[in-house]
T-cell receptor, first 111, second 113 residues
Framework: DAKTTQPNSMESNEEEPVHLPCNHS???????IHWYRQLPSQGPEYVIH???SNVNNRMASLAIAEDRKSSTLILHRATLRDAAVYYC????????????FGSGTKLNVKP | SAVISQKPSRDICQRGTSLTIQCQVD?????MFWYRQQPGQSLTLIAT?????????ESGFVIDKFPISRPNLTFSTLTVSNMSPEDSSIYLC??????????FGSGTQLSVL
C-alpha cells in the first residue's frame, strides 16, 4: 500500500484559501487519491477523490501532480466548520476497496 | 449515500468483560470494515467483514480478540473480548457506497476500567 506524508498541522484564517499537501510517491498507476476529513467527535467524511485529472466539487478542489506523486486539497474559502483532520488516502481498486488512513493534517481555522 | 447506524454509541466496561458493537446499513453492501481509533490517533483498520465467509483481519488483530459476524448484507457485529484498559478507543464501522466513497457510522466510544 502506498505511504503518505502530510504536515501534522496547518493553520488558516477564515475566508482565506487553504492548500493541504500530500506526498504519495509510492502510489501505483491504478490507485485513486481520496481525501477525507474528520470533524471533532465525528466519523470521517468524504471530501473528494481523483485519479489523474484535477477535480472540483462543492466542498473542495483536488490538484494532482502530473507524476501523481503528490496532490493538494484546496479549500477555496475556509470556514470555522472546516477545522478538522484531513486525510489523504491512496486507494487501490484491486485491494478489496480497503482504505488505510495515515496520520493526516490537523487544520485549525482562525476567525 | 449509505446511512449507517451503530450502537451502542458509548459504553463503560469492566476489565475482562466483552462488548458487542452492532452496525446496520440502509442498503446491501458487499464488504463492511471495522476501524479502531485510539485517543488522539488516526484510524486503524481492524478487519474486513464479508458476508458468507470469515472476516479478514489486518496485521496485529486476531479473531479471538475481535470476533466479527456478518449474517447478511446489511448487518455486522464486532466483539471486543476480554477487554483491558488498552482497548479504550472509538470503534467505527464503515462501508464503501456509491462511487467508491467510504461512509462511516457515528462510532462507539469504549472506555475500559
Amino acid at each position: 500500500d502506498a505511504k503518505t506524508t502530510q504536515p501534522n498541522s496547518m493553520e488558516s484564517n477564515e475566508e482565506e484559501p487553504v492548500h493541504l499537501p500530500c506526498n504519495h510517491s509510492t502510489i501505483s498507476g491504478t490507485d485513486y487519491i481520496h481525501w477525507y476529513r474528520q470533524l471533532p467527535s465525528q466519523g470521517p467524511e468524504y471530501v473528494i477523490h481523483g485519479l489523474t485529472s484535477n477535480v472540483n466539487n462543492r466542498m473542495a478542489s483536488l490538484a494532482i501532480a502530473e507524476d501523481r506523486k503528490s496532490s493538494t486539497l484546496i479549500l477555496h474559502r475556509a470556514t470555522l466548520r472546516d477545522a478538522a483532520v484531513y486525510y489523504c488516502i491512496p486507494q487501490s481498486r484491486y485491494n478489496f476497496n480497503k482504505f488505510y488512513f495515515g496520520s493526516g493534517t490537523k487544520l485549525n481555522v482562525k476567525p | 449515500s449509505a446511512v449507517i447506524s451503530q450502537k451502542p454509541s458509548r459504553d463503560i466496561c469492566q476489565r475482562g468483560t466483552s462488548l458487542t458493537i452492532q452496525c446496520q446499513v440502509d442498503s446491501q453492501v458487499t464488504m463492511m470494515f471495522w476501524y479502531r481509533q485510539q485517543p488522539g490517533q488516526s484510524l486503524t483498520l481492524i478487519a474486513t467483514a464479508n458476508q458468507g465467509s470469515e472476516a479478514t483481519y489486518e496485521s496485529g488483530f486476531v479473531i479471538d480478540k475481535f470476533p466479527i459476524s456478518r449474517p447478511n448484507l446489511t448487518f455486522s457485529t464486532l466483539t471486543v473480548s476480554n477487554m483491558s484498559p488498552e482497548d479504550s478507543s472509538i470503534y467505527l464501522c464503515s462501508v464503501v457506497g456509491p462511487n467508491e466513497k467510504l461512509f462511516f457510522g457515528s462510532g462507539t466510544q469504549l472506555s475500559v476500567l
